[in-house]
């Protein structure tokens, strides 16, 4: 039973497909199904771009013709003890269960938070959230109406500021107001996490598109007017989009296993979850080597080699084969730009090695074709691309 369908849930399922196939185990044999809250593979990593019109994939056309039955239900508790999986959609017991629930943003208790933040977790959020500033544009024609107070300088939260301007511009065109984009974020610099080498070209970049950030503030409570910032100052804003910090999705607690600090569970080359017997755990919920010194980082670049690895392994557990180890030997980050292309960093301690058009490039092949499973609902082709194998890195 794979729970999740995201980058790793839906690789997990077509590789695990793939291996029974390879092995020839009679259809009927060995059931694969997958639970998870939607009926789609959603592109997640797309959810900060305008268009979302093909980010979200029908699982039907990618798990019916490998013959993986999927269900729609939201999984609220796991007995490993007793291999049982609740979820709205009843009770369901397992064999071996590749856990693939993702990740969520953090939502700290901040005053006004759950009633006036948005944010750009989940398709089903980004698109609530452009259908808000849709509506605002229909309404009275004030500063604060097009205004967007972007909460987290992280990777998401840049790619998200540096894409609104012109969002903002399009949906308020026929209205009598500037577009005002503001980006905020505790620590005192913007992109902490992208390392030394990105700073300026990101610095560069948020300036470009005529994003004011605001660093060293934190957030203290947000209502409809606007936010109120750790300083003092209110920014008057219709709109918040919080974008500070992932955790591992909270059914990772249980497991009785010590998880690390981002809420995941360690898992061992094989994706194999340590101390619990028949469970895998592959993406955002896991944290396995990459190499001696490197673990995985929450990201689509690690979620869907996890999968295929996990999905692979979990059928070998099951009938005794052999698995593989995952490894994997290079990192990179691609991060969007908005109108000033992207910046493209390679290694651990992630050093530019392209920026600007260049960068952008290889950031449209990868949101629209290299994350893609084969969308012609093909067998062949599916299971093909569900193979343990390693891609190469995305080039510049
Ligand atoms: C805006 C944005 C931009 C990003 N950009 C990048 C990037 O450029 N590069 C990169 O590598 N990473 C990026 N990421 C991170 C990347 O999207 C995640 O690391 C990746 O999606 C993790 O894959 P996953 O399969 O573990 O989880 P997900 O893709 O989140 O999938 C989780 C699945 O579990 C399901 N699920 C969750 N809870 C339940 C439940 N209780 N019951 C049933 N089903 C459930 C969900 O519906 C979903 O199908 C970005 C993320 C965001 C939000």
Same mark, same amino acid.
């Given at each position: 039973?794979?729970?999740?369908?995201?980058?790793?849930?839906?690789?997990?399922?077509?590789?695990?497909?793939?291996?029974?196939?390879?092995?020839?185990?009679?259809?009927?044999?060995?059931?694969?199904?997958?639970?998870?809250?939607?009926?789609?593979?959603d592109?997640r990593?797309r959810d900060y771009e305008a268009d979302l019109s093909t980010s979200r994939?029908?699982?039907?056309?990618?798990?019916?013709?490998?013959?993986?039955?999927?269900?729609?239900?939201?999984?609220?508790?796991?007995?490993?003890?007793?291999?049982?999986?609740?979820?709205?959609?009843?009770?369901?017991?397992?064999?071996?269960?590749?856990?693939?629930?993702?990740?969520?943003v953090?939502?700290?208790?901040?005053?006004g938070l759950r009633e006036f933040g948005f944010d750009i977790d989940t398709y089903d959020a980004a698109t609530r959230l452009q259908a808000h500033l849709r509506r605002l544009a229909e309404g009275p024609a004030d500063p604060a109406a097009a205004t967007v107070v972007v909460v987290g300088?992280?990777?998401t939260g840049i790619e998200e500021a540096t894409e609104l301007p012109a969002l903002l511009a399009e949906t308020f065109a026929a209205r009598a107001v500037a577009p005002r984009v503001v980006l905020i974020?505790?620590?005192?610099?913007?992109?902490?996490?992208?390392?030394?080498?990105?700073?300026?070209?990101?610095?560069?970049?948020l300036?470009?598109a005529g994003v004011e950030?605001?660093?060293?503030?934190?957030v203290?409570?947000i209502d409809e007017r606007g936010v109120?910032?750790?300083?003092?100052?209110?920014v008057p804003a219709a709109t918040v989009v919080w974008c500070a910090?992932?955790?591992?999705?909270?059914?990772? +607690?249980?497991?009785?296993?010590?998880?690390?600090?981002?809420?995941?569970?360690?898992?061992?080359?094989?994706?194999?979850?340590?101390?619990?017997?028949?469970?895998?755990?592959?993406?955002?919920?896991?944290?396995?080597?990459?190499?001696?010194?490197?673990?995985?980082?929450?990201?689509?670049?690690?979620?869907?080699?996890?999968?295929?690895?996990?999905?692979?392994?979990?059928?070998?557990?099951?009938?005794?084969?052999?698995?593989?180890?995952?490894?994997?030997?290079?990192?990179?980050?691609?991060?969007d730009?908005g109108p000033?292309? +992207?910046?493209?960093?390679?290694?651990?301690?992630?050093?530019?090695?392209?920026?600007?058009?260049?960068?952008?490039?290889?950031?449209?092949?990868?949101?629209?074709?290299?994350?893609?499973?084969?969308?012609?609902?093909?067998?062949?082709?599916?299971?093909?691309?569900?193979?343990?194998?390693?891609?190469? +890195?995305?080039?510049?």
């Amino acid at each position: 039973m794979v729970l999740g369908s995201g980058f790793a849930g839906l690789w997990a399922a077509l590789a695990a497909a793939r291996r029974l196939d390879e092995l020839g185990v009679a259809v009927g044999t060995v059931d694969i199904t997958m639970i998870s809250a939607t009926p789609y593979h959603d592109i997640r990593v797309r959810d900060y771009e305008a268009d979302l019109s093909t980010s979200r994939i029908p699982l039907s056309a990618l798990l019916d013709p490998a013959e993986v039955e999927h269900m729609v239900g939201e999984v609220t508790a796991i007995d490993t003890a007793a291999r049982v999986v609740e979820s709205t959609a009843g009770v369901h017991g397992y064999d071996r269960l590749v856990l693939a629930l993702g990740s969520q943003v953090v939502r700290p208790d901040i005053p006004g938070l759950r009633e006036f933040g948005f944010d750009i977790d989940t398709y089903d959020a980004a698109t609530r959230l452009q259908a808000h500033l849709r509506r605002l544009a229909e309404g009275p024609a004030d500063p604060a109406a097009a205004t967007v107070v972007v909460v987290g300088a992280g990777l998401t939260g840049i790619e998200e500021a540096t894409e609104l301007p012109a969002l903002l511009a399009e949906t308020f065109a026929a209205r009598a107001v500037a577009p005002r984009v503001v980006l905020i974020d505790r620590n005192p610099f913007v992109g902490s996490d992208m390392g030394v080498s990105a700073r300026p070209v990101i610095e560069a970049a948020l300036a470009y598109a005529g994003v004011e950030t605001k660093v060293g503030v934190g957030v203290v409570a947000i209502d409809e007017r606007g936010v109120t910032l750790s300083s003092g100052e209110v920014v008057p804003a219709a709109t918040v989009v919080w974008c500070a910090g992932m955790r591992a999705n909270p059914l990772t +607690a249980d497991f009785g296993v010590d998880r690390d600090r981002l809420g995941r569970l360690p898992v061992d080359d094989y994706l194999r979850v340590h101390g619990v017997p028949g469970v895998f755990a592959a993406g955002d919920v896991a944290a396995a080597k990459m190499d001696e010194e490197h673990v995985s980082v929450m990201s689509c670049q690690h979620s869907r080699p996890m999968g295929r690895y996990a999905g692979y392994n979990v059928i070998g557990d099951l009938l005794d084969k052999p698995m593989k180890p995952l490894r994997i030997p290079w990192y990179v980050t691609v991060l969007d730009l908005g109108p000033a292309g +992207a910046v493209y960093t390679e290694g651990w301690d992630r050093h530019v090695v392209a920026s600007g058009e260049q960068a952008k490039d290889t950031k449209r092949a990868i949101n629209t074709r290299r994350i893609y499973p084969p969308l012609n609902r093909d067998r062949d082709a599916l299971l093909a691309a569900a193979a343990p194998e390693l891609q190469a +890195a995305p080039g510049h």
